[in-house]
């Protein structure tokens, strides 16, 4: 096991009617911005728990905060934090709010040009607003982590930015939150904490036995509740262990002491800004292929994810790994996402472009051994493409 340190001060307040909770965790004297997207919590309550919770503390509004949330719409936030001398931000959404609550937390309290907070991965971040969510779409753990992706489409980027000052103060998990999702959501939140373990699971091994069998034990659940939260949308438990598993997947705990990969990740962002597609549907394209292109050296963890994972305990390494490669596309397929670009509507046409802009975000030496060059993504991308 590598050696490392973990430090995680966000607390979880989880369970059915936890968001009244919140009375308690905000200072009573704050000057709160309530922070939200396109209008989700209005229609399925959250926002009217979030108002009774917050009582007579004084409350400044920002909606409007996109799906891959726009750097422009941050900064207009950021000026509204100034200029309202908030003290605490409430963020109230999924992944999207969140993370645009942290680039709005860290921009409000510095003093350059905000940008760099992106192009300098936040580590320009010095100070920022406290703030504290209630999570209504679980998928990307943003609500107990210091990482965030904001997209700039006059750029056709979207960069990430860590900060240990932008881990959420507290975050309410109440599971019937999620009974409103629109079901390309529910796909998209079972996909995402998925490939997050993936990336840290699946490279080589290390002899982290305990951060194998958790990451293990959050894919099988997975597999599990998955497509059960679709035939049984309001199924309590279904919706709850979903939950628990996208904040366990990216919480840093299965990460510690591991070497990560991360190279679907930053293959799919350039998909979503390109073309648009939802950042679980780039996942679910790009993970099948990569580990197809990277097989060989990826194949202990393959053969050890075939086995303990998929109950697959016939044949060589090399044909576990293939079998359970294909049984990951086939998971992802049969939820209800498309696992090549052509289910997308997008052809070969589209490889080029997307690596020139891997080449000018750095995205060059991507992967746990910094060997995924641009021709390394350029095969990926190419097994990709369709149905062979
Ligand atoms: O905007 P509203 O009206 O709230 O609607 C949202 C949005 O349209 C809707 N929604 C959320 N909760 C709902 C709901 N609709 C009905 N009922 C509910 N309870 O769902 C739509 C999508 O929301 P979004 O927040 O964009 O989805 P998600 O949570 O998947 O977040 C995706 C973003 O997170 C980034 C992604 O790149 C993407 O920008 N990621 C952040 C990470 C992190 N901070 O650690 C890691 C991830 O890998 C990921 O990159
Ligand atoms: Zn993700």
Known sequence: MNNFSFYNPTKIIFGAKQIAAISKEVPANARVMLAYGGGSIKKNGVYDQIIAALGDRLVSEFSGIEANPEYETLVRAAKQVQTDNIDFILAAGGGSVIDGVKFIAAAAHYEGDPWEIMTKGGKVVKSAVPFGAVLTLPATGSEMNSGSVVTRSEYKAKLPFGSPLVYPVFSVLDPTTTYTLPVRQVINGVIDPFVHVMEQYMTYPVGAHLQDRLA??????????????????????????????????????????????????????????????????????????????????????????????????????????????????????????????????????????????????????LGEKQDVTPDVSRAILQRALADS
């Not at 659940?221 to 990216?250: F, H, K, S």
């Not at 840093?252 to 950042?279: F, K, R």
């Open 216 to 365: 293990e034990a959050i894919l099988q659940t997975l597999i599990d509740v998955g497509p059960q939260a679709l035939a049984e949308p309001e199924n309590y438990e279904v919706r709850a262990n979903i939950m628990w598993c996208a904040t366990m997947a990216l919480n840093g705990l299965i990460g510690v002491g591991v070497p990560q990969d991360w190279s679907t990740h930053m293959i799919g962002h350039e998909l979503t800004a390109l073309y648009g597609l939802d950042h679980a549907q780039t996942l679910a394209v790009v993970l099948p292929a990569n580990l197809r292109v990277r097989k060989a050296d990826k194949l202990a963890k393959l053969a050890q994810y075939a086995e303990r994972v998929w109950g697959i305990t016939e044949g060589s390494d090399e044909e576990k790994a293939e079998a359970a490669i294909a049984k990951t596309e086939e998971f992802f397929f049969n939820l209800g996402a498309g696992t090549r670009l052509e289910h997308y509507d997008l052809d070969s046409s589209v490889i080029d472009t997307i690596i020139k802009q891997l080449e000018s975000h750095h995205m060059v030496k």
